[in-house]
């Protein structure tokens, strides 16, 4: 499961700086959203960006083994990682 999450991260990733999700709402929720994932809890992603949204138990348990597996990643992974959050969110400042 460890492949198909890290697929989903980058699948994420990727639909907020590629353009594929229009508008800034979009854009802005999933960079929320990676934030959040990121360095938040699961909590943080129910009462921040999930928040309007009824997200079933399927869903929950999906978000809930991910983010297990974002928070087992090697430190210097993960700091890359937010690093990388950093870069597209100030490259959006300057769009």
Same mark, same amino acid.
């Given at each position: 499961?460890?492949?198909?999450?890290?697929?989903?991260?980058?699948?994420?990733?990727?639909?907020?700086?590629?353009?594929?999700?229009?508008?800034?709402?979009?854009?802005?929720?999933?960079? !929320?959203?990676?934030?959040?994932?990121?360095?938040?809890?699961?909590?943080?992603?129910?009462?921040?960006?999930?928040?309007?949204?009824?997200?079933?138990? !399927?869903?929950?348990?999906?978000?809930?083994?991910?983010?297990?597996?974002?928070?087992?990643?090697?430190?210097?992974?993960?700091?890359?990682?937010?690093?990388?959050?950093?870069?597209?969110?100030?490259?959006? !400042?300057?769009?």
């Amino acid at each position: 499961m460890k492949g198909s999450s890290t697929f989903l991260l980058v699948a994420l990733s990727l639909l907020c700086t590629s353009g594929l999700a229009t508008g800034e709402d979009n854009n802005e929720f999933f960079m !929320d959203f990676l934030q959040t994932l990121l360095v938040g809890s699961t909590e943080d992603l129910y009462e921040g960006p999930l928040g309007k949204y009824d997200v079933n138990a !399927d869903a929950k348990a999906a978000l809930t083994e991910l983010k297990s597996c974002i928070d087992g990643l090697q430190p210097v992974h993960k700091a890359e990682l937010v690093k990388l959050l950093v870069q597209v969110l100030g490259s959006q !400042d300057d769009a």
